[in-house]
T-cell receptor, first 115, second 111 residues
Framework: AQSVTQLDSHVSVSEGTPVLLRCNYS??????LFWYVQHPNKGLQLLLK??????LVKGINGFEAEFKKSETSFHLTKPSAHMSDAAEYFC?????????????FGAGTRLFVKA | DVKVTQSSRYLVKRTGEKVFLECVQD?????MFWYRQDPGLGLRLIYF???????EKGDIPEGYSVSREKKERFSLILESASTNQTSMYLC??????????FGSGTRLTVV
């Protein structure tokens, strides 16, 4: 069965400190994994994706994520938070062709950045 | 870049009204989706379409229908709007392994 768990519904950091948003997944097939960001009253924007190439994936705006198969995790990190990073972040798992490309979104993690 | 355009950002409708939410993409993507987004529940798939005139139910299709007469347009229809359909609705296309492209969303309020 396929599932995605974002371990924190809210994360609060100070500007300039590191960001860690946690995501665990389960999948019966070799999945593709994504992180999306949503700013208030906007649609979702793709931050980065893992599709079975390098396990450390770099995305836009200084974000990166590491695929750890042994831990079934795909945590999102950024070395130094900026005020503009305040948003909601979604971890997404998508199964490949053998899984019918079924896609599940995590419930989201809201990131607060304090000045 | 793929653009996905949802015709309305905000809508207010009355209970019992028939509501149409329109979505248009400017690329040649076969796959189009309608999600609703509610706090704490993430995104839930209502319907999707993988080709013109083809549609598949998602996880929460009750109370909704869809129409895909042309490849670029995917419409979501609320046959008789109810207050529990107050939500943010997101349209998206997908290029298989390369992720989704979302529209800006339509925030629907049913009163």
């Amino acid at each position: 069965a396929q599932s995605v768990t974002q371990l924190d519904s809210h994360v609060s950091v100070s500007e300039g400190t590191p960001v860690l948003l946690r995501c665990n997944y389960s999948s019966s097939y070799s999945p593709s994994l994504f992180w999306y960001v949503q700013h208030p009253n906007k649609g979702l924007q793709l931050l980065l994706k893992y599709t079975s190439a390098a396990t450390l994936v770099k995305g836009i705006n200084g974000f990166e994520a590491e695929f750890k198969k042994s831990e079934t995790s795909f945590h999102l990190t950024k070395p130094s938070a900026h005020m503009s990073d305040a948003a909601e972040y979604f971890c997404v798992v998508s199964e490949g062709e053998t899984g019918g490309f079924k896609t599940i979104f995590g419930a989201g993690t809201r990131l607060f950045v304090k000045a | 870049d793929v653009k996905v355009t949802q015709s309305s950002r905000y809508l207010v409708k009355r209970t019992g009204e028939k509501v149409f939410l329109e979505c248009v993409q400017d690329m040649d993507h076969e796959n189009m989706f309608w999600y609703r987004q509610d706090p704490g529940l993430g995104l839930r798939l209502i319907y999707f379409s993988y080709d013109v005139k083809m549609k598949e139910k998602g996880d929460i299709p009750e109370g909704y229908s869809v129409s895909r007469e042309k490849k670029e347009r995917f419409s979501l229809i609320l046959e008789s709007a109810s207050t529990n359909q107050t939500s943010m609705y997101l349209c998206a296309t997908r290029a298989l392994l390369y992720g989704y492209t979302f529209g800006s969303g339509t925030r629907l309020t049913v009163v």
